[in-house]
């Protein structure tokens, strides 16, 4: 298995994925990030666009990794 470029970059959006789901998962349950986000914008859960592009990134990563890994044979 040779590592090149696309997976490399799919290893460092698992990387970032991970650390946005934890931070969204650290907003979501800190009160003090709650009110204070309920008493400026009026949303109660801070952490949810975080988890929500952290997902993502650790979906897309995955893929480049599969892709690179499996069907990229040269």
Excluded at 1 to 9: A, E, S, Y
Excluded at 26 to 47: K, Y
Excluded at 51 to 69: E, N, P, Q, R
């Amino acid at each position: 298995m040779k590592i090149n470029g696309v997976m490399i970059i799919g290893f460092i959006l698992v990387i970032a994925g991970l650390i946005l789901l934890m931070y969204g998962n650290s907003q979501n349950n800190n009160l003090g990030a709650q009110l204070s986000s309920l008493l400026g914008s009026g949303r109660r859960n801070p952490g949810t666009p975080w988890m929500i592009f952290g997902g993502g990134a650790l979906g897309l990563g995955g893929i480049l990794i599969v892709k690179t890994m499996f069907f990229d044979k040269n």
